[in-house]
């Protein structure tokens, strides 16, 4: 018997396929399905948290922000009297539904800013409300803000907040434990977070109406945006911003003049 | 940021460096190959029926390949979807093949002619640990048939 050892060819146990395709191919498709399933969770996520009853919000936001943001114990200053009583007539017009209540808290200091928050917490600034040209513009912060409570933006935000935060910490695979330490550290740094673009827009939109229900006109609506624009030395481009650019709210603002051509003076601001 | 930064330099590095190796690694291995195709491999326990007198001796090659940074999150990524894993099969043909021929080398030096009951042992040397880049070890081994002179 001759015994012999042929030359075994090439490639019989390796493919030829270069690494780099195969490599892309899983690439793109493990991606596609990753930003798929993220796309699908953020929007149940953000679906689901609107039938979070107020009730259940009031209550988180006593465990979360109230006291770290939301001052716990309210001066009942001139100030904070005419706030809230200027607050209650705007949620008039706006018709919010019975279970939500609406809570202003004026707070001392420089800052220029007013936000909304879990639980119907308005808070606003003495900075801004010093820079504020007239009552009707305040009104504009105001019913905004209302009208984020209205539409449950915060806790919208702190759902979708809090989607990110799991996704983030399972993708770079902290531990179970970890995970909700993060979640409960943040939890106040997520309920502060930014609305969207198109719930700014939204807001704006309501507080018009609301304006003119109120007022008659939406006089001095756009002076609070014109103040914006003034103060804000730099305005990063729309798509790095979560609220829509001062100028198109101008816009957005003149439109609906154009539309409901109602006119009228503008109310000063008590001294305060 | 810079994490992914990081990243991206590891993959680049690892598979530059890696496809280099492996290019340069099968070009040496198909040479060796040819140079020492006179040594008979059986896997078979008994030898051949011989017409001379011979010796018997142990002879042994063993290897160490490491995966690369590439290969090793091409191979993470096709964990998630299945399939065959190329970036590995090209590295085990790779190990397997230079511990045969490591063998045969020392089979050669031995004067041998033929070795019979070849066996190969695969082993990973980072066995289940995490954030490791793995090794697979290959060691081949069988008996060396060395021809007395009579």
């Keep these: 018997m001759n015994y012999q050892n042929p030359k075994i060819p090439e490639g019989i146990n390796i493919s030829d396929e270069h690494p780099l395709k195969d490599f892309a191919a899983m690439l793109i498709g493990v991606g596609v399905f990753i930003v798929a399933a993220f796309v699908i969770i953020f929007a149940l996520a953000e679906w689901l948290v609107r039938f979070v009853p107020f009730e259940v919000e009031t209550r988180l936001a006593e465990s979360t922000v109230v006291g770290t943001l939301v001052p716990a114990v309210t001066t009942a200053s001139k100030t904070q009297k005419y706030l809230t009583a200027l607050t209650a007539d705007l949620v008039q017009q706006q018709q919010l539904p019975e279970d939500i209540s609406v809570t202003v808290h004026y707070i001392e200091g420089d800052t220029v800013n007013a936000y909304a928050t879990l639980g119907g917490h308005i808070i606003i600034y003495q900075g801004l409300l010093e820079k504020l040209p007239n009552e009707n513009a305040l009104a504009m912060v105001l019913a905004h803000e209302i009208a984020h409570i209205k539409h449950r933006d915060p806790i919208i935000a702190m759902g979708r907040g809090v989607t990110i935060a799991l996704a983030m910490a399972s993708l770079s695979g902290v531990g179970e434990n970890a995970v909700a330490e993060t979640l409960i550290n943040q939890i106040n740094f997520l309920t502060a977070m930014a609305f969207s673009r198109d719930q700014e827009k939204d807001a704006d939109d309501e507080a018009l109406k609301t304006l003119l229900a109120y007022y008659g006109h939406i006089k001095g609506a756009e002076d609070l945006f014109a103040l914006f624009q003034h103060h804000q030395s730099f305005e990063p481009p729309e798509f790095l911003s979560s609220h829509p650019v001062n100028q198109e709210r101008i816009d957005n603002i003149r439109l609906f003049q154009q539309a409901n051509n109602y006119t009228g003076a503008t109310r000063p601001l008590p001294p305060l | ?150």
């Design chain 2, 1 to 150: 940021m810079f994490d992914i930064v990081v990243f991206l330099s590891l993959i680049t590095l690892g598979y530059i460096f890696g496809r280099i190796a492996e290019t340069r690694h099968f070009k040496s291995i198909a040479l060796r190959e040819q140079q020492l195709r006179s040594i008979l491999c059986f896997s078979e326990r008994l030898p051949p029926p011989l017409s001379e007198p011979v010796e018997t001796t142990l002879v042994a090659g063993n290897v160490v390949i490491s995966v690369d940074y590439f290969k090793r999150i091409a191979a993470s990524l096709r964990s998630l979807i299945g399939g065959r894993v190329t970036a590995y099969e090209t590295l085990i043909e790779r190990a397997r093949r230079e511990a045969i021929l490591r063998m045969k080398q020392e089979a050669s030096n031995l004067g041998a002619t033929t070795v019979c009951n070849v066996k190969l042992e695969t082993a990973s040397i980072t066995k289940g640990k995490k954030q490791q880049i793995g090794s697979v070890e290959v060691y081949a081994y069988g008996t060396a048939l060395i021809p007395t002179q009579s």
